[in-house]
C-alpha cells in the first residue's frame, strides 16, 4: 500500500483525473486470475506497460518496483503516452491489455487510449503488484509471464506462507534495525511489523559491512521493512556467491497486509508488540452489515475528511458513519466516547505513522477495544476495485467527489 501512495503522490498530475469512474465503461477491466482466460478469448492482444523506463529494465533506482515485466509487452511511459498514442494505431481495433505496478496509471491510460478511438481496452487490475500477491507470478500460462534481469527471486507474502506450509525452509535474514526488529522503535507503526520468530537479525549497514560471509548451504529469504533495502542486500550476497536468495517482496508492510487480510491465517510463527488490533477489511464491512456497535473515528485533517485537500488526491470522501477527529485534536477534544468499553475504530487516508499513534494513545488513555481499518479509505477503495470478489467495499465510501471516483 505504501507504494502505492508513493506513486500517486509522483504522479499526483498525472493522475488528477477520476480514478474508477471509466472501469467497464470506456474500458473493460480484468483481473490477474482471469487473464490468460481473457487472452485466450482475444487472440492477437498486445500487451502495454505504461510504467516508467527504470521499471520496466529493473533499474529504477527505487529498487522496491524492479519486479520485472510481462514477457513480449510493448512499453510507453504514462507520462510519454498523450505525446506517442499515435504510435499504437496499429492496435486501435485489437484488444490491447494495459499495465502497471498498482493500475493507477494504467487506468489513466486506458482512458486516454478510449477517448483516441479505441475499441478494446483492457485494463488489468492490481498490475504487476497483483501477480505477485495473489501468487500468480509462480505459475505462468498461455505464454503469460514474467522476466527480469534480478539476479534473486521476489517471493511474494503469500507465496512465502505456502512455501513454509509445504515443507520448504528458509535462512532468514532481518535488515531491519535492531530496534524495529525488536519492537521497541519509536516510530509505533514499526511495532504492528513485528518479526518472524526464527529470523536473524542483521541490519543491512552490518551486513554490507561484513568482509567475510558464513551462511548455511540453504535458500536465503531477506527481509525489509518495505522492499527497498533487501534488493541491495540481495545483490550483495549473490555478489559473494550464494545463489538461492529471495526478497520478501514489499518487506514486513506487505506480510502485516497479507497476514491481516488472509482467509487462511498463516501459520509462520510471527510475533509484534502492540495492544490495539488491525482490522481487515472484510471483518469491518460484516461488522457493518451485522449491526454491531462501534465508534468510526476518522483522524485525517478537517481539509482532507472534508473534501478541501489542497492535494486533490487526497479528497476521497469519507466511510460511512464516521465522525472526524483529526489526530493532532483527539487529547482535546469532547466526541470520543464516554464509556472506554465502546469499541472504536480508527482509520486514515491509507497506513500514515499518526493514526497508529492515535490508536496507541486511546488504549493509553484506558480505551479497552481499539482498532485500525487496515488499508485505510484508500484501501478500501483500491480492493474494492481490484481484488476480485471485494466490489461490495466500495459502498462503505461515500461522498468522493466526481475528480476521484
Not at 491510460?109 to 501477480?131: C, E, M, Q, Y
Not at 451485522?290 to 476521497?316: C, G, H, M, P
Amino acid at each position: 500500500m505504501r507504494k502505492i501512495i508513493l506513486l500517486t503522490m509522483l504522479l499526483a498530475g498525472t493522475l488528477a483525473q477520476a480514478q474508477y469512474k471509466a472501469d467497464n465503461v470506456k474500458y473493460t477491466t480484468v483481473f490477474p486470475e482471469e487473464l490468460c482466460k481473457t487472452l485466450m478469448a482475444n487472440q492477437g492482444y498486445t500487451l502495454l506497460d505504461v510504467r516508467s523506463q527504470g521499471e520496466v529494465d529493473d533499474t529504477s533506482a527505487a529498487e522496491g518496483l524492479n519486479i520485472g515485466h510481462l514477457k513480449n509487452a510493448t512499453h510507453i511511459d504514462i507520462r510519454q503516452l498523450p505525446q506517442r498514442w499515435k504510435e499504437l494505431l496499429a492496435y486501435k481495433d485489437k484488444p490491447i491489455f494495459v499495465y502497471c505496478s498498482h493500475s493507477q496509471r494504467s487506468r489513466r491510460a486506458s482512458r486516454l487510449l478510449a477517448d483516441s478511438g479505441f475499441t478494446k481496452v483492457f485494463n488489468i487490475n492490481g498490475g504487476l503488484t497483483n501477480f505477485y500477491n495473489q501468487g500468480i507470478e509462480s505459475d505462468p500460462c498461455s505464454g503469460l509471464e514474467i522476466v527480469t534481469t534480478v539476479p534473486y527471486k521476489v517471493i511474494s507474502s503469500k507465496e512465502f506462507a505456502t512455501n513454509v506450509k509445504t515443507g520448504k525452509s528458509y535462512l532468514l535474514i532481518d535488515l531491519r534495525s535492531d530496534s524495529i526488529f525488536k519492537g521497541i522503535g519509536k516510530i509505533e507503526k514499526t511495532k504492528t511489523e513485528g518479526h518472524f520468530t526464527e529470523a536473524f537479525n542483521i541490519p543491512f549497514e552490518k551486513l554490507s559491512a561484513l568482509k567475510t560471509l558464513n551462511f548455511p548451504d540453504k535458500p536465503i529469504l531477506l527481509v525489509d521493512e518495505y522492499g527497498d533495502v533487501s534488493p541491495g542486500a540481495a545483490k550483495l550476497l549473490v555478489g559473494k556467491g550464494y545463489k538461492d536468495v529471495s526478497i520478501l517482496f514489499d518487506g514486513m508492510d506487505g506480510w502485516v497486509d497479507y497476514a491481516t487480510n488472509a482467509e487462511d491465517k498463516p501459520s509462520l510463527k510471527w510475533t509484534r508488540t502492540i495492544n490495539y488490533n488491525l482490522l481487515p477489511a472484510d471483518e469491518f464491512s460484516k461488522m457493518i452489515d451485522n449491526k454491531k456497535k462501534f465508534t468510526l473515528l476518522d483522524v485525517r485533517t478537517k481539509d482532507e475528511f472534508s473534501n478541501a485537500s489542497k492535494n486533490t488526491w487526497q479528497n476521497i470522501g469519507q466511510v460511512k458513519g464516521a465522525v472526524n477527529i483529526p489526530s493532532a485534536e483527539l487529547a482535546t477534544s469532547n466526541g470520543l466516547p464516554k464509556s472506554k468499553n465502546t469499541p472504536i475504530i480508527i482509520y486514515g487516508f491509507n497506513t500514515q505513522p499518526d493514526i497508529f499513534e492515535s490508536a496507541k494513545w486511546l488504549k493509553d488513555q484506558g480505551y479497552k477495544d481499539v482498532s485500525i481499518l487496515e488499508g485505510g479509505i484508500w484501501g478500501l477503495r483500491w480492493t474494492a476495485h481490484n481484488i476480485k470478489g471485494k466490489a461490495n467495499l466500495n459502498d462503505l465510501v461515500i461522498n468522493v467527489p466526481a475528480a476521484n471516483e
